[in-house]
C-alpha cells in the first residue's frame, strides 16, 4: 500500500515538525500581497492579485489537489495561523470554553455556504479585488475570534466553509490520513494520537478523530498532528480507492454514522446542488430568467429574483429530486417500512462525485482560461512597487486552445458519474446484502445521476463568463 510518508522527500518533509508551519506562513505572507492589492491596488479583476489568486488560481488549484491527493489546502491554510494564535491567548486568558452541544454540527456552516453563495453573486466577488480582500479579512478575523473563544479546532470543524468544501471533496480523494497496523493500536496503551504526546508536548487530533476508529476524510485537515504524536510511527498518508468510505455507513470517529446526521447530508446537498446553481450563474441563460423574475415580481432590484432561484436551486428542486427517487428507491426494494428520511440520507453520498466532478468542470474552466493571467498581474504588481520588470503581457491567459475545454470538462463530468454510480450501488449491496434487491433500490439513484449529468453537460456547454481574465466571454 501507498504511503506518502514513506517517499525520500515528499515524505521527509511532511514528517518534519515545522513542515505545516513553513507552509503556512509561506501562505500568510502570499495572502498579505493578495489584499494589500486587493485594498489599494487598480480595481479591475483581470489586473489585480486578488481576483485573479482568489477566483481561478486558488480554485483551481485546490480541486487539483482534492482529485489528486487529498485536503492539502487545509494542511497549509494560512488561516491556521491567526487560529493558533486565539487558540493561545484563549487559554492564557482563561476564556476558552467548550463549543455549545446545540452548535457541535454542521448547520452553521451549511449556512454559512449558502450566504456565501448567494452574495458571491449578488455582489459579484470575482470582480471586484476590494471584496475579495474583505473577504480574506474576514476569515482571517473570524479564525481568531472563534479559536480564542473555543476549544477543538471550533472554526475547522463548525463553522470554516472552505473547510467544509474540502472536507466534501475529499470524500472522492485517492488518499487518507490512517494508521498502519490495527495490531501496533490495540497494543497502544497512551493513545497519544488523540491525547498528545506528554514527552514531545506534541498534541494530539484537536477535531476528536482517533485514528484507530477514524474513516475517511471527513473533518480531516491533513493536520498530521496525530503522526507526530504517534510514539510508533503507525499512522501514515495512505493511497486508497476513491470514494471507498462512502460505501459503508460504520460508526466514525468524532462523527457517528453518516445516515444519522441530517446537517452531514445538508452539507452534500448544498455543496452538490450548489456546484449546478454556481455554475449556472455563469451562463447567459441566467440573465434572461433574473429579468423574466424582475417582470414579474414588478422590480428592477436583483436580490428578490436571485432568492428566488437560490431558493429553487438549493431547497424545493434538491428535496423534490430527493422524496421523489427515495421513494421509488424504497419501493422497488420492498423494504416500505424504513422511513424516506432514512434512505435519503443513506443515499444523498451517491451524488457526492458527481457533485465534485462539477465543480471540477466548473474551475477547470476559470484555470484553464486564465491560468497565465498571474504572469501580467504580478509583473504590474512589481512595476507598481518599484521594480521595473517590463511591459506585463496582458495577452496571456489561456494554458490550452478554446476547443479543448469543453472536452476536458465532460471527462470530469463523467468522471463523476462513474464515481456516484460506483458508490450508490456500493451503498444499495452493504445495506441490502442481496444483490437483485441492492440493484433494484440503486435503480432510481442511478437514474437521477444520468439526469443530473445531462443537466450538467447542458450548463458546460453554454456560453460563460471567462472570469478574472482580460477575455470577457467565449
Known amino acids: 500500500m501507498t504511503d506518502v510518508l514513506t517517499w525520500p522527500l515528499v515524505g521527509s518533509f511532511l514528517r518534519w515538525r515545522h513542515a505545516r508551519r513553513s507552509m503556512q506562513a509561506v501562505l500568510l505572507v502570499i495572502s498579505g500581497f493578495i489584499i494589500f492589492d486587493g485594498l489599494f491596488g487598480p480595481q479591475q479583476a483581470p489586473k489585480n492579485l486578488a481576483t485573479v489568486t482568489a477566483w481561478v488560481h486558488y480554485r483551481g488549484f485546490i480541486v487539483l489537489a482534492l482529485l ?6 487545509c494542511m497549509a ?26 452548535l457541535r454540527n454542521k448547520w452553521l456552516a451549511v449556512t454559512l455556504l449558502v450566504v456565501f453563495f448567494f452574495t458571491y453573486e449578488l455582489y459579484d466577488f470575482w ?23 473555543f476549544q477543538g479546532a471550533a472554526f475547522c470543524k463548525y463553522v470554516c466553509p472552505l473547510g467544509q468544501f474540502n472536507f466534501f471533496g475529499s470524500l472522492t480523494s485517492p488518499a487518507e490520513i490512517k494508521i498502519r497496523s490495527a495490531t501496533t493500536c490495540a497494543t497502544c496503551l497512551t493513545k497519544d494520537c488523540i491525547a498528545g504526546n506528554k514527552l514531545t508536548g506534541q498534541r494530539g487530533c484537536e477535531l476528536w478523530l482517533f485514528q484507530e476508529k477514524k474513516v475517511g476524510n471527513m473533518d480531516c485537515t491533513f493536520c498530521l498532528d496525530c503522526v507526530q504524536a504517534c510514539p510508533h510511527d503507525n499512522i501514515g498518508l495512505m493511497a486508497r480507492i476513491p470514494t471507498q468510505e462512502l460505501w459503508d455507513d460504520p460508526r466514525r470517529s468524532g462523527i457517528g454514522r453518516f445516515s444519522q446526521r441530517w446537517d452531514m447530508a445538508a452539507l452534500v446537498v448544498v455543496l452538490t446542488f ?7 450563474g455563469m451562463i447567459s441563460p441566467v440573465y434572461a430568467l433574473q429579468q423574466k423574475l424582475a417582470n414579474w415580481l414588478n422590480t428592477p432590484a436583483e436580490t428578490p429574483g436571485l432568492l428566488l432561484i437560490f431558493g429553487f436551486g438549493l431547497i424545493v428542486l434538491p428535496a ?44 477547470a474552466f ?18 507598481d512597487s518599484g521594480f521595473e520588470v517590463g511591459q506585463p503581457y496582458w495577452q496571456l491567459g489561456p494554458v490550452v486552445p478554446l476547443d479543448w475545454l469543453f472536452p476536458i470538462q465532460a471527462v470530469f463530468l463523467y468522471l463523476g458519474l462513474f464515481g ?28 437521477l445521476s444520468l439526469l443530473m449529468l445531462v443537466a450538467a453537460l447542458w450548463i458546460m456547454f453554454q456560453p460563460m463568463e471567462m472570469r478574472g481574465t482580460i477575455f470577457l466571454g467565449l
Not at 450548489?274 to 449556472?280: C, E, H, R
Not at 476559470?366 to 509583473?379: D, E, R, Y
Request: proline share 5%.
Open 68 to 73: 489528486v491527493v487529498g485536503n492539502l489546502f
Open 77 to 102: 491554510c494560512p488561516f491556521m495561523l491567526p487560529r493558533e494564535l486565539g487558540r493561545w491567548l484563549g487559554a492564557r486568558l482563561g476564556w476558552q470554553g467548550k463549543v455549545p452541544r446545540a
Open 127 to 149: 470582480a471586484s479585488p476590494w471584496l475579495t480582500a474583505w473577504l480574506l479579512i474576514g476569515y482571517f478575523l473570524t479564525a481568531l475570534v472563534v479559536d480564542t473563544f
Open 274 to 280: 450548489g456546484a449546478y446553481l454556481n455554475a449556472f
Open 320 to 363: 423534490v429530486l430527493l422524496m421523489v427517487t427515495g421513494f421509488f428507491s424504497r419501493w422497488l426494494a420492498g423494504h416500505t417500512h424504513e422511513p424516506l428520511s432514512l434512505i435519503i440520507r443513506r443515499f444523498i453520498y451517491g451524488l457526492a462525485p458527481l457533485g465534485f466532478g462539477m465543480w471540477l468542470a466548473h474551475y
Open 366 to 383: 476559470h484555470f484553464l482560461t486564465g491560468a497565465l493571467t498571474l504572469i501580467p498581474v504580478m509583473q504590474a504588481y512589481l512595476n
Open 420 to 447: 456516484s454510480l460506483v458508490v450508490a450501488f456500493q451503498i444499495a449491496v452493504s445495506h441490502y446484502k442481496n444483490r437483485n434487491t441492492a440493484l433494484r433500490a440503486f435503480l432510481p439513484w442511478g437514474i
